[in-house]
């Protein structure tokens, strides 16, 4: 609980002081998206925080956070046991149809706070890409989907079979409100 909670801090920390210089550069504002998502075999849940878009309204950056469980073998069980992400990226747009449906690519580090349970690690670090597709039937409210990858190189060490985690194929969906 208390990687969660410095986890936490320091994504919030990162978004308000990122938010608050782009802020004054933008006419828009800040985005807040709640997300499902799996990464290779790890199903989560997230929250991120996306700035108001600058350089011609066309860059933003991301800074999220996700509860992960990787799902393994304990014994003859099947297992899933938590462990926390947060994510930095940079985000480019591009509008399709009038300002409701765009498309955008992301690029950005990853921190990965394990569980000691499978890990001997207490942290690790990577990167990932994504396209997504942002679908804004409202001015603030608007649905998305994301596809792409991960790549940190973490490995579960005290499991027999030492999967790896947080790394390969990413897909996400979730709602983002605009503030």
């Not at 596809?147 to 985690?165: F, H, L, M, N, Q």
Request: aromatic share 16%; charged share 15%; glycine share 14%.
């Amino acid at each position: 609980m208390t990687k969660f909670l410095a986890t936490a801090t320091f994504i919030l920390f990162l978004c308000l002081s990122s938010t608050s210089t782009i802020a004054q550069m933008a006419s828009n504002k800040l985005g807040v998206g709640f997300r499902i998502s799996q990464i290779q075999n790890d199903f989560g849940i997230g929250l991120d925080f996306i700035s108001p878009y600058f350089a011609n309204a066309k860059v933003a950056i991301r800074v999220g956070g996700s509860f992960q469980w990787l799902e393994h073998l304990l014994g003859t069980e099947i297992t899933w046991t938590p462990y926390q992400n947060g994510q930095i990226g940079i985000r480019g747009r591009q509008f399709v149809v009038d300002n409701k449906i765009f498309v955008y690519g992301e690029g950005g580090f990853m921190i990965i706070f394990p569980n000691d349970e499978f890990s001997s690690e207490s942290s690790e670090f990577g990167g990932y890409g994504l396209f997504g597709f942002e679908f804004k039937p409202y001015d603030k409210f608007g649905f998305y989907l994301e596809v792409g990858g991960a790549g940190t190189g973490a490995t579960a060490d005290k499991i027999v079979s030492k999967p790896i985690y947080s790394n390969g194929f990413l897909t996400s969906a979730g709602c983002r409100i605009i503030l």
